[in-house]
């Protein structure tokens, strides 16, 4: 076993193990990547301030967000197909997340369904809603979400169309995958993964097949799932979710300040600045460089989180030193899920973690909770 230090370590295992159409739904993003990539360059731009002979003994990552008691700002960030990369993706990373004492976040296009994680961790996650035409269905999502005891919404607002992602495109990842010669060929010499596929029941929708009228099959998810993205979605549905809800709703995919006036006003609880990962609107900003005058705008008014880039503890010091109550990880933990299953997102929550707290002390800081600019070297930061 090789030794894992970072998150790149468990990225590269993961290349290794996952078949390469469900590896490159994950580290992809649209059309030019410009803006997957600027998420990550943007963050290595901005400098910390290392500060010398300061008592930093006792340390804290601890915080309570959302009306709760979190070990760190962090939450694992709503990914589709996470089932995919290794087998009961999502029951894995829900665990894992709750050992460390953070939320989990499903997604509504997961493999296992609210029912399964429910019942694998008997405690509260989260839960993120995609709106689709069906409005019953919607309803019953949420009525379901309830259920299963999860105690907020995430509601996203950056995909009523789908970004054009190219490598998705040439391999052939639809409803059911469109196997190739070549993409059946490379799935064959991933043995680790085949073992797992064919030891679980679970490789559809669990949120969506056998929920929905007429969708018993997976021709028939594909042609219902392409066909229920909503182009209509609108700030007055926005309100209907909320009062149907009842409970902490987030809303995901703020990149602009006029949004994120209207996402304040909106009654939410929290929004998450994010750019959905670079797999959407590619040349867009980074969320990173958005992130100061979005919370400058409302971040007296709503808790302000930030999503899209994080790949170190360091990225989340940055990110709270800016301004962010808390940040979504995506790609870092279903790396950690490719390579190794439940045991890699521990080890990857487990690096973030111990990245922060070294971060923390050698900048000469103790607490999280207590972090603004002035922990990081001026003029490397963007500025509202």
Sequence with gaps: ?????????????????????????????????????????????????????????QRSLGARRMGIDMAMPLAIAPTGLAGMIHADGEILAARAATAAGIRYTLSTVSICSLEEIAQAIAAPFWFQLYVMRDRGFVASLIDRAKAAGCDALVLTLDLQLSGQRHKDLKNGLSIPPRLTPSSLLNILGKPRWIKGMLSTRRHHFGNIMGHVKGVDDMRQLADWTYQQFDPRLSWDDIQWIKERWGGRLILKGILDVEDARLAADSGADALIVSNHGGRQLDGAPSSISMLPAIVEAVGERIEV?????????????????????????????????????????????????????????????????HLDHHILLPGSYPLP
């Design 305 to 369: 989180w930030l999503d899209s880039g994080i790949r170190s503890g360091q990225d989340v010091i940055k990110s709270l030193a800016l301004g962010a109550q808390g940040v979504m990880l995506g790609r870092a933990h279903l790396y950690g899920l490719g390579a190794m299953g439940e045991a890699g997102v521990a080890k990857a929550l487990e690096i973030i973690a111990r990245e922060m707290d070294l971060t923390l002390a050698l900048c000469g800081h103790t607490d999280v909770q």
């Design 1 to 57: 076993m090789p030794i894992i230090t970072c998150i790149e370590d468990l990225r590269a295992m993961a290349q290794r193990r996952v078949p390469r159409m469900f590896y490159d739904y994950v580290d992809g993003g649209s059309w030019t990547e410009s803006t997957y990539q600027a998420n990550q360059a943007d963050f290595s731009a901005i400098k910390l301030r290392q500060r010398v002979a300061r008592n930093i003994e």
